[in-house]
């Protein structure tokens, strides 16, 4: 049986963590918390948002960052320098100096090698989870409700979802956290 030991704890969370991702070079993570203050940790560095990070998504391949608050989007580009990393901001909706969103952002993806994005939000259907697959540019919903729904991408002159498929659940009790691929 393999052993596991821990090799490096987060400091500055003070509440439960919603979201971890790792640059594709392994040498720093982002992770987003529910706590007041919103933490965003690179290891050696953090920023702090106005709320909680619910969600976050890297493009390696054009260093951006994309990450959902309570009521916003905000799109970052990385620039690294030695082991230095910062953040500039390119676009949030709505804007910073402007209220959020009555809606919750939960989870956001690239699509189209970075051209288009895909957000989905908490609505009626109690969306629970997503997962985009580039290669084959499929979506993944779990709707909390009764199961998984997969949709596909299509591009045209613009971008639409069709839906494909609903693979059925019964839930006892609901233990899934999260879909993927």
Request: charged residues 15%; negative net charge.
């Amino acid at each position: 049986m393999a052993e596991y030991g821990l090799w490096w704890s987060l400091e500055g969370h003070c509440g439960p963590i919603n979201c971890l991702t790792f640059m594709e070079d392994g040498t720093h993570i982002a992770s987003g918390d529910d706590s007041c203050d919103g933490i965003f940790e690179w290891l050696h560095m953090e920023t702090v948002f106005d709320t909680a990070i619910e969600f976050v998504e890297l493009d390696h391949t054009h260093n951006l960052l994309l990450l959902t608050t309570q009521g916003r989007i905000i799109l970052y580009q990385i620039q690294r320098k030695n082991s230095v990393v910062a953040l500039r901001l390119v676009q949030a909706h709505p804007s910073l100096s402007h209220p959020c969103l009555l809606a919750l952002p939960i989870s956001t993806h690239f699509v189209q090698q970075a051209h288009g994005v895909i957000v989905a939000f908490l609505d009626s259907r109690e969306l629970g989870s997503t997962a985009y697959h580039e290669g084959t540019k499929t979506l993944l919903v779990w709707n909390l409700v009764d199961g998984v729904d997969v949709y596909q991408l299509l591009d045209c002159s613009f971008y639409f979802l069709v839906f494909l498929v609903h693979f059925g659940m019964w839930f006892c009790v609901c233990y899934v956290f999260d879909v993927g691929f």
